[in-house]
C-alpha cells in the first residue's frame, strides 16, 4: 500500500539509536523506517535535517486559573501553535480543580475548551485541590480508567496546597489505582513567614519573590514528600526543581533505589534572581515558583540533566501578559506577593536546550530526545504510541535544523504573552517541520494544521507508577500486616 507520507533523507534519531533511513506514513501510524522508500502520496525532503520524535511537553498551565484565580493569557490554540512551533507534537497541561468543585465536571470542561482548539494531541494531568471522600473514593478512581494517569499536588499556595495527611490520602490512591502523583514542593509555612518578614519591612519589589521562595523552602518539601512517598511504597515525581537541596535530595532517594522522579525547566537554566531584579516592574516577568536562582543552582541542575537525577525537562509553561490584565493584574506596582507565578516557555523550551545543551556538548542527542519527549511518554503512560519513532507508533515527529541561527524575540514567537524571558539569546538549531499523527501541522514558518485538529490521547497506567514491593520494615513487623496496610 501507498504511503501517505514519506520523509525522505534525514538523520532519524530516537533514545536509543541513530539512523540515516526514510520514514514512510501509513494512517497516522509509522509503516516503515527504511532508506530508500518508494514514492508517497506526500514527501518531506529532510536532507541533512535531524528527525527526532516529537516534544511531549508534560507541564504546562493552559487556559488555567491560577492560584490567585486568573486565567492564563493564552488558550488552547494559541498555547498549542506556539508548542507545535517548538517542535511539540503533544501537550500535557493541567486540569485544575479549585476547591469545591467535582473533578469529572473540572474535566469535563476542560475537554470542550482543548477538543475545539487545540491543533496538536493533548491529555491532561489533574490538580487536586480537594481531596474530598467522593474526589478520592470515586472521582480519581473513574477518571484514572478514563486515561487521566497522573495528578498534581502543592504544598504551598493558599488555595491549591494540601497538607501531608492529604498528600497521604492522594499517594494512597495513587498506588491502589496505578497512577503517577506529581508534586509542587516547597515549605508554605517558610514561605509565609519570610513573605510576612519582607513585606512588614517595605521589601515589596520583584526580586522578594526570589528571597521569600527560599532555597531551603524547595528542599525541605522535598525531602518531605520524598519521605511520604517511601511511607507508602508508592513512586513521585517532583516537578520543577531548581536548587541543588533538592536535586541532591532526589538523587539520594534514587540511589537508595526509591522510584522518585525528577522534572526541571528552562528557567532553572538560563536565569537568575537577578532577573528579578530588572528595572522597574520588568522583574515581575521573571516571578515563577520557585524562583530562578543562581549560577551554583544552575551548576547543579545541568548536573542532574546529565547524570540522570532528572528524567523530564519541561517548560512549566504558565504564560501571564505584562499588563494589568496578567501579570500587574494587581496594579502597576504591585507588591512581589501579588504578581502571578509564571512563565512563558512552550516554544522554546526544546530550541534552548538543543543550543545550549546538544549544540555546546553538555548533553548528546540521545540523552536530548530522552528529556524532551520518550521519557515523560515513558512516565505518563503515552509509551510506546508516543515519544519514540518506532513501526506501529504515531508519526510524531520534529524535523531539526541543526545549524539554523536564530536570535530570540518575542515577535518570533506564537504565544499571545508578549514578551519572552529569553529575547536576544543567540540559538542554533530549530524544528522547521513538525508532523503529528501524519499531518504536517508545521512547516517552513507555516501553520497547517486547524483549530481543533488535535486528539485527546487516553494514556495508560505507566510502569515507573507501580510500587516496588517493599513495604517499610516496621509496618512489615507488624506481622506481614505491612502490604494490607497500604493497600
Ligand atoms: O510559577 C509557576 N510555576 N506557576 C505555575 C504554577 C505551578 O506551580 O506550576
Ligand atoms: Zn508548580
Ligand atoms: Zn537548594
Ligand atoms: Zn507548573
Known amino acids: 500500500r501507498e504511503f501517505d507520507l514519506v520523509v525522505r533523507g534525514g538523520t532519524v534519531v530516537t533514545a536509543a539509536q541513530t539512523m540515516d533511513c526514510d520514514v514512510g506514513i501509513v494512517d497516522g501510524k509509522v509503516a516503515a523506517l ?37 486565567m492564563t493569557s493564552d488558550d488552547f490554540y494559541s498555547a498549542t501553535v506556539s508548542a507545535a512551533f517548538g517542535g511539540n507534537t503533544t501537550v500535557l497541561p493541567f486540569a485544575a480543580q479549585h476547591r469545591g468543585q467535582s473533578l469529572l465536571e473540572v474535566v469535563e470542561d476542560y475537554e470542550r475548551r482543548a477538543g ?23 472521582e480519581l478512581p473513574a477518571l484514572i480508567r478514563r486515561g487521566l494517569t497522573s495528578f498534581k499536588v502543592y504544598t504551598t499556595y493558599d488555595l491549591l496546597k494540601l497538607d501531608d495527611y492529604q498528600i497521604l490520602e492522594v499517594l494512597a490512591v495513587a498506588r491502589r489505582e496505578g497512577a503517577l502523583v506529581m508534586v509542587h514542593a516547597e515549605n508554605h509555612e517558610m514561605i509565609r513567614w519570610l513573605t510576612e518578614r519582607l513585606l512588614a519591612r517595605g521589601h515589596v519589589a520583584p526580586r ?24 507508602l511504597d508508592v513512586p513521585l515525581l517532583v516537578v520543577h526543581v531548581s ?20 522534572e526541571t525547566c528552562p528557567q532553572y537554566l538560563f536565569l537568575t534572581l537577578e532577573d528579578l531584579d530588572r528595572a522597574g516592574m520588568d522583574g515581575a516577568m521573571y516571578c515563577c515558583s520557585p524562583p530562578p536562582r543562581d549560577a551554583e543552582s544552575q551548576a547543579a541542575i545541568w548536573n542532574g540533566l546529565q547524570n540522570g537525577t532528572f528524567q523530564v525537562f519541561s517548560s512549566d509553561h504558565a504564560p501571564y501578559a505584562f499588563d494589568e490584565t496578567a501579570k500587574l493584574a494587581a496594579g502597576p506596582d504591585a507588591p512581589f506577593h501579588k504578581i502571578a507565578n509564571g512563565l512563558p516557555g512552550i516554544e522554546l523550551r526544546m530550541p534552548l536546550l538543543f543550543s545550549e545543551g546538544v549544540r555546546k556538548g553538555r548533553i548528546d542527542l540521545q540523552r536530548f530526545v530522552e528529556l524532551t519527549s520518550t521519557n515523560a511518554a515513558r512516565l505518563y503512560g503515552l509509551f510506546p504510541r508516543k515519544g519514540t519513532i518506532a513501526i506501529g507508533g504515531d508519526a510524531d515527529l520534529a524535523i531539526w535544523e541543526p545549524e539554523k541561527r536564530v536570535e530570540v524575540q518575542w515577535e518570533l514567537l506564537h504565544d499571545r504573552v508578549g514578551y519572552t524571558p529569553y529575547a536576544g539569546r543567540q540559538l542554533t538549531g530549530w524544528p522547521t517541520t513538525v508532523v503529528n499523527r501524519g499531518r ?33 520494615r516496621e509496618l512489615d513487623e507488624t506481622r506481614n500486616f505491612g502490604a494490607a496496610l497500604l493497600d
Open 116 to 138: 475545539e482548539k487545540a491543533v496538536i494531541d493533548y491529555s491532561y494531568h489533574l490538580i487536586v485541590s480537594d481531596p474530598t471522600e467522593a474526589v478520592l473514593n470515586d
Open 440 to 472: 504536517v501541522v508545521v512547516d517552513g514558518g507555516r501553520l497547517l494544521a486547524e483549530r481543533g485538529s488535535g486528539r485527546f490521547v487516553p494514556r495508560g497506567s505507566s510502569s515507573f507508577a507501580r510500587p516496588r514491593g517493599v513495604a517499610l
Open 208 to 231: 522578594y519573590h526570589g528571597i521569600g521562595h527560599s532555597r531551603l523552602a524547595e528542599g525541605e518539601a522535598t525531602s518531605r514528600v520524598i519521605s511520604l512517598s517511601e511511607l
Open 34 to 70: 527504511m532508506a530508500g522508500l518508494p514514492p508517497g502520496r506526500a514527501e518531506v525532503d529532510a536532507t541533512g535535517r535531524l528527525v527526532l520524535p516529537g516534544g511531549v511537553e508534560a507541564h504546562c498551565h493552559i487556559e488555567q486559573k491560577s492560584s490567585f484565580g486568573l
Open 243 to 262: 536548587c541543588r537541596h533538592a536535586t541532591e535530595a532526589i538523587r539520594d532517594a534514587q540511589t537508595r533505589g526509591l522510584r522518585i522522579y525528577g
